[in-house]
């Protein structure tokens, strides 16, 4: 596009002062070459697809994609307004993961499904994580998924031709060809200065958690975008399924996000600094405490959930640290707990901004703290009193109509909410002891009176208050006497992190109320849930964030006898050994005799 | 008869390479892809085909001179059943499954190498020659045990009596016996009378083959048939209520369920027990359109025990729905996997 552009000038200027030709094409093609940037090389447009593939693939349109896509390709399906970010609007050939300059169409060759060389394909392939573009691997077979990109690439791509030579160009990333700096201290080093000397900072802000520019970005259809969070790799949407590969990061730097503020860095770095920056904006990927790189569950492209969340033990009635630097926090396992919106009941929130926690939880003989730490691009606290009381849960927050049109979507409307406070809180059972595993109360604010659930909510206000739940649709109860027992122990946002730590007795039956308080008792699985607010989401009352049922395990300590028996069992087998060995001898004996 | 047996051979020797292979990750561990729905036939299958290869490559080691022990052909055989059920299957099934399997197994090995009383000799020997010790190799072998076996089983027993934490096993009855009737928006709709509204033929009486004919193909891709599409403008009766239905689909339920209705939506991953995949043939495929009515509109809460109503995040539709669009959707979920909903009779 730019070098096309370039071109056109030239030919402008030739005819205007009506000077030599040649001289002026020469002349403008020899600038493009010398203005290509580093790592890129020029590419030949690929040749139309077939009648017959753009038939079938409108076929497979029709069942598949137009539900989000919309008829003309607009973005405008009957799931849009619904989704954040919402869906392609192919009609401008504006696509976001390429190996082409910035501003160029993607690759896409319906002849030639090879990855590298084929970016439509890829994205429908491998789905864009982050967003409600699945993949489509295994789905739809090679041949369906070139045909339905031949019929969107000539039909539905209405202001650009993929096969126009005169105003399309193609400058490809030679991305196979370059190879990755290994990610040396010294690269990450240099990558980490990078990104200041080259303002990435300012949007994805100083730890890249995408908190720098949260509010005022906006994608070129006006919708509002934000900076992508380098600490969720898996959420990338050039990611292709392999989230921990810097080849990745390489060529969304090298190229830009078209259609987004997202510039491409070609012209301004050296292949060298872009991989240093690569490689850094990668080691910040949330890994397992040794650097590996987690789990990723390949159903669902997130990292894999385990449901039990251990308790490491304080022993000699020391205090639960409050300094999450502390080293007893510091070398605490993490579990991460995943989030969805909650949609079950209304208001539900189709787009919930916290889709992770990692939580650490101790616990001494008379506590058990919990911290959590999640990212959210936004502190938000409430100006002035909430209109409702904070046991209220029938609260009226409207949700998101199926169908609005473009300005009234979630994607318009985005930070543009009235803001609340952001929250969390953690759920667990009331007398759960005497429910016969696996039955609960319900996981959204008890079953009933009988078994209620003992919620535990921190506010971005600084309080810390305990509710009983009885049911979805009711309003919590206070609980007596608990909050003075409880305490928060430290909160802060930084850098597009909230760390909250609180503490809340362990539960005896002098000081609690078995009827209110969840009892937490070593070696027990208790039922946990986990539920998170965003107050620039608008998130309040049931409009939040929800976990699955966990547990919380308090990890009793190491018994003695857990050293005694293996011995005396050990010794145990020499015995049988030896007895065995004596009867085959004897055997053998009187056989020969 | 060799002809046979080293075409066998040479399909034993080939497959197990190319699981080692693919379990080690030389070639794409999706080379040979576990096809989703299928997997339990295609898994007998695979399985099948290996025992056939081994007796093949067996009969041909034999026939060749180099014999292959009983003994060995015992132990690797299951040591090959143990690594095929925890790498080969996906998604993985918990340990104590794979324990309980591995354990069937075994027993099942036992029988075939103590079938006769040859075999069993032949079988036992190598634990004998052990036992006796009566060269310099067995007899180290036997010290080695001596001292081995004791530190292995302390080793166990002391893992085992650590404290640990394990997510406890939870079984889960995905499709509970349904009631009689629902009410649903304060009408009574009995679940064996019931019939979906919207099914009907383009002048509007219900007409269950038309509706089939024009479901989506089986097979790859599940496509729209070609002369049937609910995005015609023309489209009347049965498809334009799929549109529709489809339209709901789009607004409330693809974020557990998934665009392609396989369970695999944007918040899926945060939940247990995950969203049902209708893909699956053992899902919607298996039911009455009024079940999925009733299932929709009660949501989780309006589930029985064995359902584990506690956890599951199914909205209630009857909170967010009217009754006409629930119909609507269940109309569009069966269109959209390409399967007829199971009759009454």
């Known amino acids: ?593 | 008869m060799k002809a046979l047996m080293s075409v066998a051979a040479l399909m034993g020797a080939a497959g197990i390479l190319l699981l080692a292979a693919m379990t080690v990750g030389i070639v794409p561990s999706n080379t040979v892809r576990l096809i989703e729905g299928y997997m339990p036939v295609q898994v007998i299958a695979e399985l099948t085909l290996f025992v056939a290869g081994f007796t093949g490559l067996s009969y041909m080691m034999s026939a060749m001179g180099m014999a292959f022990p009983r003994f060995w052909q015992g132990i690797l055989f299951w040591a090959f059943l143990l690594i095929y059920l925890k790498f080969r299957i996906y998604p993985p099934i918990p340990f104590s499954v794979r324990a309980m399997y591995g354990t069937i197994s075994l027993v099942a090995i036992f029988m075939w190498v103590s079938a006769n009383e040859e075999d069993w000799k032949k079988f036992k020997q190598p634990i004998m020659n052990v036992l006796d010790a009566k060269t310099g190799g067995t007899k180290a072998l036997r010290i080695g045990y001596l001292v081995i076996i004791p530190l292995l089983i302390g080793g166990f027993s002391y893992n085992a009596m650590v404290p640990k934490s394990e997510e406890p096993i939870e079984l889960r009855t995905v499709h509970p016996a349904p009631p009689a009737s629902t009410k649903v928006h304060g009408k009574t709709y009995t679940l064996q009378t019931s019939q979906n509204p919207y099914r009907v033929n383009p002048e509007g009486k219900y007409d269950q083959e038309y509706s089939n004919a024009n479901i989506v193909e089986q097979g790859m891709g599940r496509l729209m048939k070609p002369n049937a599409n609910p995005w015609d403008k023309d489209a009347q009766g049965y498809l334009k209520y799929v549109r529709e239905g489809g339209e709901i689909f789009y607004q409330n339920c693809h974020f557990c369920h998934g665009d392609n209705l396989n369970g695999r939506g944007l918040h899926a991953f945060a939940f247990n027990p995950i969203p049902a995949n209708f893909t699956d043939p053992g899902t919607i495929a298996q039911l009455q359109e009024t079940f999925i009515f009733w299932r929709v509109s009660k949501g989780g809460i309006g589930l029985p025990n064995e359902g584990f109503p506690w956890a599951s995040v199914m909205p209630p539709w009857e909170q967010h729905l009217t009754v006409d669009e629930i119909w609507k959707v269940v109309l569009f979920e069966y269109w959209h996997t390409g399967y007829y909903p199971r009759t009454w009779d």
């Not at chain 1, 070129?220 to 934000?226: E, K, P, R, T």
């Open chain 1, 1 to 593: 596009m730019k070098n096309s552009l370039r071109l056109k000038a030239g030919a402008f200027l030739t005819t205007a002062f009506g000077v030599i030709l040649v001289s002026g094409i020469t002349g403008g093609l020899t600038f493009a070459a010398e203005t290509l940037p580093a790592g890129f090389k020029k590419g030949d447009l690929a040749p139309a697809p077939s009648a017959d593939m753009i038939e079938a693939g409108k076929r497979v349109y029709f069942t598949k994609c137009v539900w989000c896509h919309g008829v003309d390709g607009a973005g405008d399906g009957p799931g849009a307004d619904r989704l954040w970010p919402r869906p392609r609007n192919f009609n401008q050939g504006t696509f976001k993961i390429r190996h082409t300059a910035s501003g160029e169409l993607p690759l896409f060759d319906a002849k030639k499904p090879t990855p590298g060389q084929n970016d439509l394909f890829e994205t429908v392939t491998h789905g864009l994580p982050g967003s409600a573009m699945p993949s489509w691997e295994g789905i739809l077979t090679e041949e369906q998924r070139l045909q339905v990109l031949s019929f969107v690439t000539t039909e539905l791509v209405k202001d650009r031709k993929f096969t126009d030579k005169q105003s399309e160009s193609q400058t490809v990333l030679q991305l196979g060809d370059l190879k990755p700096i290994p990610a040396t201290e010294e690269s990450l080093k240099k990558g980490a200065e990078l990104i200041v000397e080259k303002k990435c900072v300012e949007c994805h802000g100083a730890d890249g958690r995408g908190d720098g520019n949260a509010f005022n970005l906006k994608d070129d259809w006006g919708f509002s975008i934000q900076p992508a969070n380098w600490h969720k790799c898996w959420n990338f949407r050039g990611s292709r399924q392999d989230p921990y590969n810097v080849k990745n990061i390489f060529r969304t730097f090298s190229t830009g996000v078209n259609g987004t503020p997202m510039p491409s860095f070609a012209d301004n770095s050296t292949v060298e600094e872009r991989w240093h920056i690569a490689n850094f904006v990668n080691s910040l990927c949330e890994r397992e405490a040794d650097g590996t790189p987690l789990a990723i569950d390949q159903l669902t492209d997130k990292p894999k959930v385990n449901f039990v969340l251990s308790s490491g033990v304080i022993l000699d009635n020391a205090e639960i640290p409050a300094d999450p630097e502390n080293e007893l926090w510091q070398k605490r396992a993490r579990r991460i707990i995943a989030m969805g919106g909650q949609i079950t009941h209304k208001p539900r929130n189709f787009v919930n901004r916290i889709d992770d926690i990692w939580v650490k939880s101790l616990y001494n003989d008379k506590y058990v703290a919990f911290m959590f730490q999640w990212d959210d691009r936004t502190k938000s606290v409430a100006e002035g009193k909430l209109p409702w009381p904070p046991t209220s849960v029938n609260i009226d927050v409207k949700e998101q109509d199926p169908k609005t049109g473009e300005e009234g979507s979630i994607a318009s409307r985005q930070n543009n909410y009235a803001v609340y406070n952001d929250a969390v809180a953690i759920e667990t059972a009331v007398k759960w002891k005497e429910l016969p595993a696996p039955i609960k109360p319900r996981y959204l604010f008890g079953s009933n009176e009988q078994f209620p659930m003992d919620i535990m909510k921190w506010e971005a206000d600084g309080s810390l208050r305990a509710f009983k739940g009885t049911g979805w649709d009711k309003d919590f109860e206070e609980r007596d006497n608990y909050e003075e027992s409880s305490k928060l122990l430290f909160s802060e946002w930084k850098n597009g992190r909230w760390t909250v730590i609180i503490q809340r007795p362990l539960g005896n039956k002098k000081d609690q109320d078995y009827d209110e308080d969840t009892f937490f008792e070593t070696g027990q699985y208790i039922p946990t849930v986990f539920f998170a607010w965003d107050g620039h989401n608008g998130d309040a009352g049931r409009k939040m964030a929800v976990s699955a049922f966990y547990y919380t395990f308090l990890e009793p300590p190491t018994p003695q006898e857990a050293y005694i028996y293996p011995i005396v069992i050990a010794v145990g087998v020499v015995f049988l050994e030896g007895w065995i060995l004596m009867r085959r001898a004897n055997k053998r004996k009187g056989k020969n005799v």
